[in-house]
């Protein structure tokens, strides 16, 4: 198989990527959940903390997949920039909108999200593509990492000294402090989706983007996939080794956890093009659930939102969620048990879509 061809294994791993993010951001109770449904509280790596850094880098790989058979096509690269600035503004202007959901309070601007994140990572990398070559942005992904480290670990201000790492006293929770309100850093005066830690989010979507390179550069192989395992495997082993000096930490983006994620993310993408583009075990239940939600993943994640707001101001959520307690299940079954019907209402979303081959381009 041409890597040039559909990557189904793209649209799988994409796909169940959302699918965890909606699984871990929906539960019947926040109080009462699984402990391998919990982020990890500061540092260190939980189950969920790979989710989003997943589905960045997945954004860098399908960049690369995308634009280079648009270049081979001779696409006016001036086309391709307006399209990219639209997407942006398209993403970031609906993940503000959802911070606006159920009263459509516009008092209140909050400029950060996960949305917001992503569209951000998108258009930069997507920049990157276009106009540097992968030696230039490999240089860029060193600097954003060894800069980060550099301000996080060895600059002190009037409130910490260097290389405090605490939760709001630290360089990333400081210099968005210095260009934002303290009502938009949140209640406890930092925010995990912040302007600084966005930097080191785009170097995972930059690594992303380097391993989208070799595959299209390459023909299918197993050779490919040891490179991109092995690869993935010293990235990890790079990202633990920094963690003695730069802890590991998905809240404010560290350096260490860019390159402990990105390896991860590498390994699980291996496994999956063997399994599915190489030896085509295509038509299993997690493939098929995987490219259903895959092929609109930030659409149904915003539907995905969208319903939540209904179910909780609706009191569904409570009635359900209560009703099943009221029956004897346990609260922390019980809280999973609604995360999964959140899920599984949006799959019907992502499969109506699918069916009609309704693809949504945001």
Same mark, same amino acid.
């Given at each position: 198989?041409?890597?040039?061809?559909?990557? #189904?294994?793209?649209?799988?791993?994409? /796909?169940?990527?959302?699918?965890? %993010? %909606?699984?871990?951001?929906?539960?019947?109770?926040?109080?009462?959940?699984?402990?391998?449904?919990?982020?990890?509280?500061?540092?260190?790596?939980?189950?969920?903390?790979?989710?989003?850094?997943?589905?960045?880098?997945?954004?860098?790989?399908?960049?690369?997949?995308? @634009?280079?058979?648009?270049?081979?096509?001779e696409?006016?690269?001036?086309?391709?920039?307006?399209?990219?600035?639209?997407?942006?503004?398209?993403?970031?202007?609906? &993940?503000?909108?959802?911070?606006?959901?159920?009263?459509?309070n516009?008092?209140?601007?909050?400029?950060?999200?996960?949305?917001?994140?992503?569209?951000?990572?998108?258009?930069?990398?997507?920049?990157?593509?276009?106009?540097t070559?992968?030696?230039?942005?490999?240089?860029?992904?060193?600097?954003?990492?060894?800069?980060?480290?550099?301000?996080?670990?060895?600059?002190?201000?009037?409130?910490?000294?260097?290389?405090? %790492?605490?939760? &709001?006293?630290? =360089?990333?929770?400081? =210099?968005?402090?210095? @260009? @934002?309100?303290?009502?938009?850093m949140?209640?406890?005066?930092?925010?995990?989706?912040?302007?600084?830690?966005?930097?080191?989010?785009?170097?995972?979507?930059?690594? &992303?983007?380097?391993?989208?390179?070799? #595959?299209?550069?390459?023909?299918?192989?197993e050779?490919? +996939?040891?490179?991109? @395992?092995?690869? /993935?495997?010293?990235?990890?082993?790079?990202?633990? #080794?920094?963690?003695?000096?730069?802890? #590991?930490?998905?809240?404010?983006?560290?350096?260490?956890?860019? +390159?402990?994620?990105? &390896?991860?993310?590498?390994i699980?993408?291996?496994?999956?093009?063997?399994?599915?583009?190489?030896?085509?075990?295509?038509n299993?239940?997690?493939?098929?659930?995987?490219?259903?939600?895959?092929?609109?993943?930030?659409?149904?994640?915003?539907?995905?939102?969208?319903?939540?707001?209904?179910?909780?101001?609706?009191?569904?959520?409570?009635?359900?969620?209560?009703?099943l307690?009221?029956?004897?299940?346990?609260?922390?079954?019980?809280?999973?048990?609604?995360?999964?019907?959140?899920?599984?209402?949006? =799959?019907?979303?992502?499969?109506? +879509?699918?069916?009609?081959?309704?693809?949504?381009?945001?």
């Amino acid at each position: 198989m041409n890597a040039s061809n559909r990557l #189904i294994s793209v649209d799988v791993f994409r /796909g169940l990527t959302i699918a965890a %993010m %909606m699984l871990v951001n929906y539960p019947g109770s926040y109080e009462n959940t699984y402990s391998f449904l919990k982020h990890a509280h500061w540092n260190g790596m939980a189950p969920p903390d790979f989710i989003f850094p997943f589905f960045i880098f997945i954004v860098g790989v399908s960049i690369v997949l995308s @634009f280079s058979k648009q270049i081979a096509a001779e696409k006016p690269r001036k086309e391709m920039v307006k399209k990219i600035l639209i997407r942006f503004l398209e993403i970031w202007a609906i &993940g503000l909108f959802i911070h606006f959901l159920p009263d459509l309070n516009f008092g209140f601007w909050d400029y950060f999200g996960v949305l917001q994140r992503i569209a951000q990572v998108y258009l930069v990398c997507s920049l990157l593509y276009l106009f540097t070559n992968w030696k230039t942005q490999i240089y860029i992904l060193s600097g954003i990492l060894l800069a980060y480290w550099i301000t996080m670990s060895f600059i002190s201000t009037n409130l910490f000294s260097a290389g405090t %790492m605490e939760p &709001g006293l630290n =360089f990333a929770s400081w =210099f968005d402090r210095l @260009f @934002f309100s303290s009502e938009m850093m949140g209640k406890h005066g930092w925010n995990s989706e912040g302007l600084y830690s966005t930097f080191p989010a785009i170097a995972s979507g930059i690594a &992303g983007m380097l391993a989208g390179r070799f #595959i299209v550069s390459k023909k299918i192989s197993e050779k490919t +996939l040891i490179w991109l @395992f092995t690869a /993935g495997a010293l990235s990890v082993i790079a990202g633990a #080794i920094w963690d003695w000096q730069f802890p #590991i930490n998905k809240k404010v983006w560290t350096s260490s956890f860019v +390159l402990y994620t990105s &390896g991860w993310a590498s390994i699980v993408l291996a496994i999956s093009m063997w399994l599915i583009d190489f030896m085509e075990y295509k038509n299993n239940v997690f493939s098929r659930v995987g490219v259903i939600f895959g092929m609109n993943a930030i659409a149904v994640y915003v539907m995905g939102d969208v319903f939540q707001t209904i179910y909780y101001y609706s009191h569904f959520q409570d009635l359900v969620y209560n009703g099943l307690i009221n029956l004897g299940i346990a609260s922390k079954t019980a809280s999973l048990a609604w995360a999964l019907i959140s899920v599984s209402s949006c =799959f019907l979303v992502a499969y109506f +879509l699918y069916r009609r081959k309704l693809f949504i381009k945001l």
